[in-house]
């Protein structure tokens, strides 16, 4: 790998640092360690280094240099703590800390109890839980900021990429097997009855609620919502805006400590209690009962999606106006259907494609359809349909297949340089400490600040 190259590369691992889940820094006993790099006001930790490594490592990345890896770290603070003094970049602390919460409440329905996940994670108390997830999200939030604010301009020209292509032909890797996948999905809809049913049962716990029970046992009992039955059913620190519309309305249209009636959202039914209400912000408790459909919805789901793919197959109408008719996955649905790749194109790679989908794929050429089948979207069930759009074997990268690909690699490329005149720009007016354990690495940009021999 050419030094250019590599420079693209480790630059590169700036946006994979931020995509990385929040489970894969949150590693135990990694809070409290040792100081590697001080920039500006910012600190990369020790364990900050060894967690990019191991997950860049788990990425299948072959090169795990701890001194290129810190030094992307280094670079990524950087952009944070300029980020933070950028007027034109929005402070959104309010809106991070309650996004920090809303996290900790997540991760914490998948415990029996706080002790237990304080426990697996190594932290002392839950402040200190909620610090270390929201210091990730405003390193994510600003260093994304920073980053796009740099390279907003950045583009490159037809000959600019041709260029690039003949200067690292051989070096470019060989495209994996892929394919093009559209899709059509709709939810399965509940009948009349089971509405009802789902209605008596929130009013029956509400009257057991009004007799004497609390609202907070009765969550924990019957909510179905994962992220606050086992806080009882409380959200705190709201903000307008931050829930499904149907549940903010009948919030707010409450007074405190008053129970809503039964109200229907995207996620199934719920009554409310408006715990307290100050200006933009509010705390409510809920209890949710899923719209979990029956087997007999499902099917009738099935086949409703089996007379949409007879009218494709009949040439009634084609795949893509079916997908704006009848969809309801508001991410393809105005695309003709197609499923994006994690490069955002509309390739897919297919080792990458989840198992279900692969079953239902198996036997199938170009231009086939699926029979209707059972998957899951945001927790909720769904059926599908999916066409098999194009098919494309293993292959070396050329001009002719793949200059969209090539293209985004260019100016991947040339956004990584304006990264670095960034950062080469603000070395000699920023505060940077690295630890001596650090000194025999060989940094590419100039951190410590040593006289240029001449």
Request: contains cysteine; glycine residues 4%.
């Amino acid at each position: 790998m050419t030094n250019k190259l590599k420079i693209t590369f480790l630059l590169g691992i700036f946006m994979m640092i931020f995509s990385s889940n929040m489970n894969a820094q949150l590693k135990p006993g990694e809070l409290v360690d040792g100081i590697a790099a001080v920039i500006g006001d910012e600190i990369v930790l020790e364990s900050d280094v060894n967690e990019q490594m191991n997950y860049a490592k788990q990425q299948g990345a072959s090169e795990t240099d701890k001194c290129d890896f810190l030094e992307n770290l280094i670079s990524n603070k950087l952009l944070v703590y300029e980020a933070k003094k950028d007027t034109l970049i929005e402070n959104r602390s309010a809106a991070i800390k309650e996004q920090a919460n809303a996290k900790y409440r997540q991760l914490l329905s998948q415990f029996p109890d706080e002790k237990t996940m304080l426990a697996a994670y190594k932290f002392r108390n839950g402040y200190e839980m909620k610090n270390a997830i929201e210091k990730i999200d405003v390193d994510q939030y600003y260093g994304q900021a920073k980053y796009q604010r740099i390279t907003e301009k950045a583009d490159v020209t037809p000959n600019e990429v041709t260029d690039f292509y003949n200067l690292y032909k051989m070096q470019l890797p060989e495209v994996k097997d892929e394919i093009s996948l559209a899709q059509i999905m709709i939810y399965p809809k509940l009948t009349d009855a089971h509405k009802e049913d789902l209605i008596k049962r929130l009013n029956k716990i509400k009257q057991d609620i009004a007799a004497g029970e609390t609202f907070e046992s009765q969550a924990r009992i019957y909510s179905e919502d994962e992220g606050s039955a086992a806080n009882g059913g409380l959200y705190k620190n709201i903000s307008k805006g931050q829930m499904v519309k149907p549940f903010e309305a009948a919030a707010l249209n409450l007074q405190e400590n008053e129970i809503s009636e039964p109200i229907e959202s995207e996620f199934g039914y719920h009554i409310i209690q408006l715990i307290r209400k100050s200006g933009k912000v509010y705390d409510a408790r809920h209890i949710l009962l899923k719209a979990t459909p029956t087997d007999d919805e499902m099917k009738t789901a099935k086949a409703k999606l089996d007379s949409i793919k007879k009218l494709v197959l009949d040439g009634k109408i084609t795949f893509k106006d079916a997908a704006f008719k009848f969809s309801e996955d508001k991410k393809t649905k105005f695309n003709a259907g197609i499923i994006s790749g994690a490069d955002g194109s509309d390739k897919i790679e297919r080792e990458s494609i989840p198992g279900s989908i692969t079953y239902e794929l198996a036997g199938l050429n170009k231009g086939d359809i699926t029979s209707p089948f059972e998957d899951e979207d945001n927790k909720r069930k769904v059926i599908k349909i999916i066409k098999l759009e194009d098919v494309i074997p293993a292959h070396q990268i050329t001009l002719e297949t793949d200059y969209n690909r090539i293209k985004q690699m260019a100016l991947n490329k040339k956004r990584n340089e304006m990264i670095e005149k960034f950062v080469n720009s603000k070395l000699p007016t920023t505060f940077i400490s690295i630890d001596g354990r650090y000194d025999n690495c060989k940094f590419k940009a100039n951190w410590k600040k040593e006289s240029i021999k001449k």
